[in-house]
């Protein structure tokens, strides 16, 4: 059961940030499913480490367009993005060492920040980024 449902709602105009947001709710979803599926904990980790991965690397193309096009608030994302990548990071480490599991509420919490910082921040750096040309 698909914990994240992709609408045109989360579509920013800018095709190669709307691809990446995409491959994040499937992994979400994914992450989702191991966890209802009652996977064991190094498949799951697998995937957590995708997960981190992949959101890292999409964090890392944003604030790459920023720099290139300028983007005044990019400090302010930048340390949303930092803030995430820390509270991940820290779940990680406790994952691996056995000390926490997944768990409806972090399941809970990463879609809703994906959803809150789509239509929160990114849809406010989106015009400025799409008329300096960004695909």
């Not at 999409?58 to 990548?85: N, P």
């Not at 779940?91 to 929160?120: E, V």
């Amino acid at each position: 059961m698909a914990l994240m449902t992709w609408t045109d709602k989360y579509v920013l105009g800018i095709q190669s940030i709307d691809t990446q947001h995409q491959k994040l709710v499937e992994m979400i979803n994914e992450l989702q499913d191991a966890m209802l599926a009652g996977k064991a904990n190094d498949q799951t980790g697998k995937i957590l480490d995708g997960l981190v991965k992949y959101t890292v690397t999409h964090f890392a193309h944003e604030e790459t367009l920023f720099a290139k096009h300028g983007y005044a608030d990019s400090t302010a994302h930048k340390a949303e993005h930092d803030k995430l990548k820390q509270q991940v990071a820290e779940f990680q480490t406790q994952f691996k060492a056995g000390q926490s599991k997944l768990s409806p509420q972090l399941m809970n919490f990463l879609r809703d920040w994906l959803n809150g910082h789509i239509l929160g921040s990114d849809k406010k750096y989106a015009p400025f980024l799409k008329g300096k040309g960004a695909t």
